[in-house]
Nanobody
Framework: QFVESGGGSVQPGGSLRLSCSGS????????IGWFRQAPGLEREVVGC????????DYVESLKGRLAISRDSAGNTVTLQIDSLNSEDTGVYYC??????????????????WGQGTQVTVSS
């Protein structure tokens, strides 16, 4: 099971570091995608990291503000978000799939999901 943590309330312009951890399995075996869902909107991908090459990719609109990295020793994948604004508010999820080894930007490539962590950007 994937477990997200690190969400919370932050002022505009601030940063957050979200973590995705795995219990009982090795996250290195999975490409990990990060997603978010704002109230009333569909879940969207924000970025991903591959399982073998740790190659990362981000949606064009968020490039420059996101950084995804893998900590194999800690069995976690982190998502750093900078320069937060109100449009970044939502529930953030990590997900993986044993058959997805490469970084793939799309909800349909991932079948195992965490419960999400809330991020609220407000002054």
């Amino acid at each position: 099971q994937f477990v997200e943590s690190g969400g919370g309330s932050v002022q505009p312009g601030g940063s957050l570091r979200l973590s995705c951890s795995g219990s009982g399995f090795n996250l290195d075996d999975y490409a990990i995608g990060w997603f978010r869902q704002a109230p009333g909107l569909e879940r969207e991908v924000v970025g991903c990291i591959g399982s073998r090459d740790d190659r990362t990719d981000y949606v064009e609109s968020l490039k420059g503000r996101l950084a995804i990295s893998r900590d194999s020793a800690g069995n976690t994948v982190t998502l750093q978000i900078d320069s937060l604004n109100s449009e970044d508010t939502g529930v953030y999820y990590c997900a993986g799939d044993l058959y997805t080894s490469h970084c793939m930007l799309g909800v349909r490539f991932y079948s195992e999901w965490g419960q999400g962590t809330q991020v609220t950007v407000s002054s």
